[in-house]
């Protein structure tokens, strides 16, 4: 089941009562992370990224992984009242100042293989938010970007390799321009955003490479160390037989 699913037939029975967002009813806490992610994809397997996410030691650092905090739209978002959450203009969105509250480390963008929220304006709109904050350095404690997969975070070499492969062959030649909005007035604006914040659709084509490319390292580098430790090991077996006969 999907977001699609989930809100009309789970969140929205929380809330009606209060017509507020889902975390306002269940006690809401400051954002951590900040996840960019499309509406179509199995809940079960945003959950799984999101705790693959918090689960590793250079996020969670000495704390339970349970303190973790997560922005993901959908519960934050007061879903019966979209206008004010989305403000007068991309800028007054709960994306924007969440992304930027001061709080916020990083952006989570939960992948598979065909990639579907950079297939959306929002989404890119939270991506160029995310390299602009990054190269920026407004905050210090502001981390970058993740790749979040069910299987792991690609950026630290714990996703599983085919996956991680084919999310790489589809961002090798996506392009974000052609990202698409349910509103017409939302993708001019991102658009727009986009020339004005990175430079134009080549250069932030050019950025995401650079980063899936830095993950996709890291992916390698755990891979040929563990293939490594295997041939060790094997050799090491392998003599000892050998010694024995």
Known sequence: RSMYFLWPNVGAHLTRAYKCSLAEVVGPKRVIFFCSH??????SYTVASVKSHAMHPRVRKDDPWESVTYWICTFANNQYALDEELGEGIFESSFY?????????????ILREHAEPLKRSWCLFEFIQTMDLMESGVFPNFEGLFFCTSSGVMNFGKANVELSLRIGDQLAEMRL?????????????????????????????????????????????????HFDGLFSTLVRGAHEFDMVA
Not at 203 to 218: K, P
């Open 97 to 109: 100042i969440t992304l930027r509250s001061g709080s916020c480390r990083g952006t989570c963008l």
């Open 38 to 43: 499309w509406w179509g994809e199995e809940f």
């Open 177 to 225: 321009e052609d990202a698409q909005a349910s509103q017409k007035e939302d993708k001019l604006l991102i658009d727009t955003a986009v020339e004005a914040m990175m430079g134009g659709f080549e250069a932030t084509n050019s950025r995401l490479r650079a980063h899936i490319n830095e993950a996709l390292h890291a992916s390698k580098a755990s891979t040929d160390s």
